[in-house]
């Protein structure tokens, strides 16, 4: 009887070691997963961010002349200006940058070059649509230095006086988790400085 005891209470003792090693091997699974849909946001939102900063944003007033419109639309998940290819040119290019949700619900960065998409961030999406964030020039202080003030939404009036832009986004990917729904995000955040609205307002 004895013997018989000793054999069930190591079977038991063998099967908790067991369920043991095989939730420790799932939850290094787990974790490993996590971390990798971890860098590879970290990856990708580096990436589009760059690609929208050095390829739409650092373009915004490009060519253009002192008296010529060069942002048309600046709004929280909205921002829509102009640029030529060169000053000669008589045609102007309009992009707007915007967060859209679609019929998913899915919230994705969206470029249109004369309203027609050129460029989209999916299948990667992002958290919130309030994304733009943009400084006006209101004022010197007594030193002459430029005094910026924050606003997410400018009147049209201020339009012309928007000389940079922070760009807020977070980008999110489902993750794993056995209990309940996970969500990796990873947050890039990045200034850009409008040199040439900046220069034509100095009429350089």
């Not at 339009?159 to 996970?182: A, D």
Request: glycine share 4%; proline share 2%; aromatic share 14%.
């Amino acid at each position: 009887m004895i013997v018989l005891l000793d054999i069930i209470g190591a079977i038991i003792a063998g099967t908790m070691v067991i369920i043991t090693i095989v939730n420790s091997i799932f939850n290094i699974q787990q974790m490993n997963y996590n971390i990798q849909t971890l860098l590879s946001l970290n990856t990708v939102g580096n990436e589009i961010t760059e690609f929208i900063d050095l390829t739409y944003l650092e373009s915004v007033g490009r060519n253009l002349k002192s008296t010529d419109q060069i942002i048309s639309t600046a709004k929280e998940n909205e921002f829509t200006f102009f640029t030529k290819p060169s000053y000669a040119d008589t045609v102007f290019t309009q992009y707007t940058i915007t967060a859209v949700q679609n019929s998913l619900e899915q919230t994705y960065i969206s470029v249109l070059s004369d309203s027609v998409e050129v460029f989209n961030s999916l299948p990667f999406q992002i958290k919130e649509s309030n994304i733009f964030t943009y400084y006006i020039k209101s004022g010197e202080d007594a030193d002459g230095h430029i005094i910026y003030t924050s606003n997410p939404n400018p009147n049209l009036a201020d339009l012309e006086q928007i000389f940079y832009v922070k760009v807020s986004l977070i980008f999110i990917e489902k993750g794993w988790n056995k209990q309940q729904n996970l969500t990796i995000e990873y947050p890039v955040v990045f200034w850009r400085f409008f040199k040439n609205n900046y220069l034509n307002k100095l009429n350089i």
